[in-house]
């Protein structure tokens, strides 16, 4: 069941040490990605994230590109 991968330890980050991820992964290719809801999206992102919100995460981990780190907000 997908569903209870959701339930495995993360780490968490702060934004330093996301930047630091940043600045140490080659050509800076990570993968913002942005599970807060539409209206919240437009508001304002980091530029270049994905909108994927939480509720819909499950059906559309297909799309994530699992060779790159991956930091969530």
């Known amino acids: ?3 209870m991968q959701f339930f495995t330890p993360v ?3 702060n934004w330093q040490e996301a930047h630091q991820l ?3 992964t080659p050509n800076r290719d ?3 990605l942005d599970v807060r809801q539409p209206k919240e999206y437009t ?3 980091l530029a270049g994230a994905t909108l994927i919100p939480l509720g819909d995460l499950e059906n559309r ?3 994530l ?6 930091i969530i907000y």
């Open 43 to 45: 508001r304002g992102h």
């Open 1 to 3: 069941m997908k569903w």
């Open 11 to 13: 780490s968490s980050i």
């Open 22 to 24: 940043v600045e140490q």
């Open 30 to 32: 990570v993968v913002f």
């Open 61 to 63: 981990l297909e799309e």
């Open 65 to 70: 590109e699992k060779d790159k780190p991956i």
